[in-house]
């Protein structure tokens, strides 16, 4: 059960990005109080901003997603490294967190999180030290991680016996492709993996196959599709041989890969692996929570493309992250800066301006399709702006982001805001 | 007089990256009585370090360029947002702080730096609120911001009479160049900005002239240090003509210009402005301090080749900021996967691997040129290996940074330490 109460009483104050200068310091839980709304210019710009109703409306589409494809998800909490939005995500029915490193597991563990997926080998002493010391200090924690060299595989078997821990550390084998991240990128590698895993019993336990297929880019939609394809095919084939084998501990097989990309193929294809056990499909996407209104949009349309029967969920995922900044200079036609840069949003791909507005207007207005962002600097954003725009230094532009694991870092309050943009909450992230 | 105890007694704990799992709280200023040594394995990895004597030397050498140059210096304080740093800026001489944001200006203000140019517009209400109001409130904070536009000198001459401010709110006009970012394209729209302050007397003071001349990329070092002459002489003949115009308040005028990249050409040029009145030359580089291992240590060879007389301030900057990470996973021949990412190091260029160590090794060990970082994810290092390499999973290797800004807005914290990786002291970041 996670305790959020430390977070409600965090004093925030204007060292904070949005908090107008001089407001006295106040807990974050009464944010709301206060009834600042970023387009009556309350809040400094730039803001990150989180849309209530999308968050309910993409929590509510990924269970209806869940119920129907029979799969479980530990959604990727590295995206928003938010204790808060990992409640919400728990409390919408997630099975566990998946984190990325030590830190973030430290973070998660905090808070009370009480089953983890560290996506990755855990390396490095300080990592191995906390993590068997946290399993030997709390019988209710529940943790797994990779593995994909015998070495880690004898350096864990080490540590959990070093430290007299009376239950198995629990790994999944994690498969990988030429080319490719971390990962065994061949059957006898994993398989040699999983025989490192078996010996080292009972302190390891070997509990399922794990890969991640987020990396692939064929030239073409369908041709990434086909490398996604084969490569689930891999961490099944790894997964029947390894059963067959004796490999994996008694009890239910994990089989997990799903980024925010292709999720749909990896519950498909791990239903129907065919694997004579119980057998948990378990997906990681981070990003559903928030989409985004670049990547994410793109993979989403591709999702629902391959997968027309997703449409029976309803409407799909809305971009719930945006970002405001000020028209700061117009100094020449066709051409207007902004007071937001790579310090506040991702610039894997440049964000798209959604909306604009004056002060005094009290919603925002459509902005046209000639207004696009060129670039970012540090702290600056220039953006083509077509003859006749409406825009004056002064006025305030929305934008939706391209990537929100890179938007989020760069935030450590975002606003919870309702329709009229009127904040409503605020979450704290930790990076 | 900045007062950092407020600093020395916040609490860190192991949600802050670097800092080992269930290290209780304790506070930042005591983190030297620990001891921890990185190379020791004391931290968690990923963990960004300064080198303290690299720190010390690159301000003395900065203070050594000045006295023979005469300019002064407003380090930007964006690079770094950390108000222990600014104090040892300002302690080095620093004239005042450069700052980019409302934000960070709140954050300088909180630590008691009293004199800031904003090298921005000063837009919003929130913002123009709080400059205002603390130009009210502290007659000793000295305030600059730059202005383009007519338009936002009306808002702030409206501003600051609408507060009955006593003294007046000063700018700087600042001249910028076609394609460029912010700034007047030409002498009559800057004369024009110029005029519009000065009938916005007494609330509004004309102090100088600004520019940024960072972003010029010839297609030749040459090509880009003409261009970047030529706006040095458009912004010289922006303040001759406004000075031979009366447009300027009385008293010492300012010249501003200079990133981390011409300020050499900065000062000589605006040295030999040939203005009739005392003249302040001001510097603003914010990337001296820790200098970098790639874009700037290129920089800094281009501006000696220019600049040959500056070898007589002895040994150049030196890169004092590095991100160690553990070797994670070596999946295949030639390639390895390290503990770090885009959430970690800058990646307006990729990092560079300088020296690795393997646990128990008192000190770091060369590592050669074979080994290439070719890709980061958000959390992953993907680097080629030569045959041969020596590293194994859960090695450490110590990279140089692309740019120190984008890489300080990754670390809540960064730790200082001397030539041996132990750690003496740390220093927290406002993002």
Request: hydrophobic fraction near 45%; include cysteine; glycine fraction near 10%.
């Amino acid at each position: 059960m996670m305790d959020l109460a430390p977070l409600d009483g965090l004093l925030l104050d204007h060292r904070t990005k949005g908090i107008p200068g001089g407001t006295p310091p106040f807990p974050l839980g009464a944010i709301g109080v206060k009834q600042w709304n970023v387009l009556r210019e309350d809040m400094t710009l730039p803001v990150a901003v989180l849309k209530d109703l999308a968050l309910a409306h993409n929590g509510a589409w990924m269970r209806r997603f869940l119920d129907a494809s029979g799969a479980a998800i530990a959604p990727h909490g590295k995206t928003t490294m938010s204790p808060q939005l990992f409640a919400r995500q728990l409390a919408d029915g997630a099975w566990a967190m998946t984190l990325a490193t030590i830190q973030q597991v430290q973070v998660a563990r905090d808070f009370g999180v009480d089953r983890i997926v560290l996506a990755n080998q855990l390396v490095g002493r300080q990592a191995i030290r906390y993590v068997v010391s946290e399993l030997k200090r709390d019988p209710g924690f529940e943790f797994y991680c990779l593995v994909d060299a015998a070495a880690n595989v004898a350096a864990l078997a080490a540590a959990a016996r070093e430290a007299g821990l009376d239950r198995p550390l629990q790994v999944l084998l994690e498969g990988g492709y030429p080319g490719g991240r971390t990962g065994c990128r061949d059957l006898e590698a994993a398989l040699d993996v999983a025989r490192a895993v078996k010996q080292a019993a009972p302190v390891l336990a070997l509990r399922g196959v794990e890969g991640f297929e987020g990396l692939f880019h064929g030239a073409t939609t369908a041709e990434t599709a086909g490398q996604v394809a084969r490569f689930l095919d891999f961490l099944v084939e790894i997964a029947i041989t390894a059963s067959q084998q004796d490999l994996f501990a008694p009890g239910r097989l994990l089989l997990s890969a799903g980024g925010s990309a292709f999720y749909d193929m990896v519950a498909k294809r791990f239903a129907a692996a065919g694997i004579d056990r119980e057998v948990m499909v378990l997906t990681r996407s981070g990003c559903y929570l928030t989409h985004d209104s670049v990547l994410y949009r793109e993979a989403f349309a591709d999702l629902v493309a391959r997968s027309p029967e997703l449409a029976q969920l309803g409407p799909g995922l809305q971009p719930a992250l945006e970002v405001w900044a000020y028209v700061q200079s117009w100094p020449e036609p066709g051409k207007v800066l902004l007071t937001m840069g790579k310090r506040d949003v991702s610039y894997d791909e440049l964000p798209v301006p959604l909306s604009w507005c004056r002060p005094g207007d009290a919603r925002p207005r459509v902005i046209d399709d000639g207004h696009v962002v060129t670039g970012l600097n540090d702290q600056h954003c220039h953006m083509t702006v077509p003859a006749g725009s409406p825009l004056r230094v002064g006025d305030m532009v929305g934008f939706g982001v391209s990537h929100p694991c890179l938007t989020f870092d760069k935030w450590p309050v975002l606003y919870i805001v309702d329709d009229d943009y009127t904040v409503t909450g605020a979450v704290r992230t930790f990076f």
